[in-house]
């Protein structure tokens, strides 16, 4: 019974989004592993700001100096 366990800062995911996650992880490990995706849970889990850290600063610090995890 595979579990996989998705940790994100808390900003803004959509419920569309985080479905897209499971479903996509789900086929990963139905493809990759030949495991039955009746049986493969996929837990997101949201993280705020102030309680995630990065190179010795909270994200949210990190955020309002514009230092961003989006794609260039």
Not at 10 to 23: A, W
């Amino acid at each position: 019974m595979p579990y996989v366990k998705i940790e994100l800062t808390r900003e803004g995911v959509t419920r569309e989004q985080k479905q897209t996650l499971i479903k996509g992880v789900t086929d990963l490990i139905t493809n990759t592993l030949n495991k039955d995706p009746h049986l493969t849970h996929v837990v997101i889990n949201e993280v705020e700001l102030d309680d995630w850290g990065y190179a010795g600063e909270q994200v949210s610090v990190l955020r309002e100096k514009g230092i961003t995890a989006d794609k260039k």
